[in-house]
C-alpha cells in the first residue's frame, strides 16, 4: 500500500469505527466518500493526514453527521437488531462454553472411577508336593 491509501485507509477505519451498524446503506455511504478521498488524493501531491482533516472533518463529525441524517426510526430498529445478534451470540457462546466444561467434568469422573476402581490381579500358584 503506498503512504496515500494508507493515510485514507487509517481514516475510513476511524469513520467505520464511530459508525455503531454497518449495514447495506452504510457501505454504500463508506464507498462513496472513500472515492471522494481518492480524487482528493489524486489531486494532492503530498497530502498528509491532518491536510485530509482539515478538508473532509474529523472521523467522529462525519459518522455524527451521516447519523443526524438518518431516519431515526431505521437507525433505531438497526441497532435494536444488532444488539440482539450480538445478545444472542455471546448466549451461543455461553451455551457451548458450559456444554464442553460439563462433558469434560465427565469424561474427568468416569477416567477418575475407573483408575481408582481397578482391581489388581492375585496370582496364587499351587504345587503339589513330591515327598509322599
Known amino acids: 500500500m503506498t503512504d496515500k491509501e494508507q493515510i485514507i485507509h487509517s481514516y475510513m477505519k476511524e469513520i467505520k469505527r464511530c459508525l455503531p451498524i454497518c449495514r447495506e446503506r452504510e457501505k454504500k455511504y463508506m464507498n462513496d466518500l472513500q472515492n471522494a ?12 493526514y491532518h491536510e485530509l482533516l482539515e478538508r473532509f472533518g474529523s472521523p467522529k463529525d462525519l459518522a455524527a453527521n451521516y447519523l443526524l441524517e438518518t431516519d431515526a426510526q431505521r437507525l433505531s430498529r438497526e441497532i435494536r437488531y444488532s444488539h440482539r ?8 457462546a455461553g ?10 467434568m465427565l469424561q474427568y469422573f468416569f477416567y477418575y472411577n475407573a483408575r481408582t476402581s481397578y482391581i489388581s490381579r492375585e496370582v496364587t500358584i499351587i504345587e503339589e508336593d513330591d515327598n509322599n
Open 37 to 48: 478521498l481518492m480524487d482528493f488524493s489524486n489531486e494532492t501531491q503530498g497530502f498528509t
Open 85 to 92: 445478534i450480538k445478545l444472542m451470540s455471546a448466549c451461543a
Open 95 to 104: 451455551i457451548v462454553i458450559t456444554s464442553l466444561a460439563i462433558i469434560i
